[in-house]
């Protein structure tokens, strides 16, 4: 009778901790810091903006949760109708414009060289054409991966700022660029 009741009180310990790291999986943290290059990349992804500004894309060396090693990222920007008031004035910065995400979708590639993918849902930026300094966050969801994230869902928000070294020269983008991301996968 007491190693029925042994074996009953491991049992319900054994299936506490399968529930409990079972529902842990469903919400993991992510944190990822990234920082390499953006080069215009010449085309519109987005043709029916009337801006006809082109994708940039950007290739980043990145470290974090999962054994993150790379990001990438093709995104397009469009004027935006928001104040970049930098200084706190209340009065817009002097060749400054405000541009929104059109779109932007992410890959990170992992050690292992797993994938997981993403696309941002909303998200702004400032760029100065005088100095080529510029800053933004988005937020996004998780869309898919391959390996251990086929399938991944969740959502992350993304911080990035950086300098377009061209700009002021050439009137095209290409620049240093760094940020980080912090969500969560639920899947």
Known sequence: MLRILRFGRGAMLLAFLFTWTTSYAHDVPVSIKWSGTVVETGI??????EAGLNANLIEAQASGSFGAKNLTV????????????????GLPDPGVLPLIFAYAKPIITFANDDQLWGHLTEGSGCLSVVTGE?????EGVYDGGTGRFTGATGSFV???????LTIADLGVGFGAIKGEVIGKLER
């Open 44 to 49: 519109d992804v987005i043709v029916e903006d």
């Open 74 to 89: 093709l995104s397009e920007f469009t004027p935006g109708q928001f104040l970049c008031d930098d200084d706190g004035n």
């Open 134 to 138: 510029f800053s933004g966050e988005g």
């Open 158 to 164: 993304v911080t990035f700022s950086g300098t377009n």
